[in-house]
């Protein structure tokens, strides 16, 4: 079993900062992206992040220059930083990841996180 936990949303207001975290658990045998979607309410899922095992990060054009995708390959962690934070960014935002296990080494899957939400308001 593979687990991803959020945490770090919450309520900010325009132009405020929030930075969210994600840990991934259980019989992880390797990673690959990892990366970080949000669904505002009657919205599609869209992708705000994602970082490869090397550290190359690509962004939503919504996203570039406000936030910052990280990740520790040794904590098994993917981490958001985001700037500048406007009503529009209102969401659930969930972790996603790329992962193998050690039941099927070979191949990776991908999992997701349970959801944390970021309320943008004054």
Not at 62 to 90: C, H, W, Y
Not at 105 to 119: E, K, R, S
Request: charged letters at 15%; glycine letters at 12%.
């Amino acid at each position: 079993q593979v687990q991803l936990v959020e945490s770090g949303g919450g309520l900010v207001q325009p132009g405020g900062s929030l930075r969210l975290s994600c840990a991934a658990s259980g019989s992880i045998f390797s990673f690959g992206t990892m990366g970080w979607y949000r669904q505002a309410p009657g919205e599609k899922r869209e992708l705000v992040a994602a970082i490869t095992t090397r550290g190359s990060a690509n962004y939503a054009d919504s996203a570039k220059g406000r936030f910052t995708i990280s990740r520790d390959n040794v904590k098994n962690t993917v981490s958001l930083q985001m700037n500048s934070l406007k009503p529009e960014d209102t969401a659930v935002y969930y972790c996603t990841a790329k992962i193998s296990t050690h039941f099927n080494p070979g191949i990776l899957q991908d999992y997701w996180g349970q959801g944390t939400q970021v309320t943008v308001s004054s």
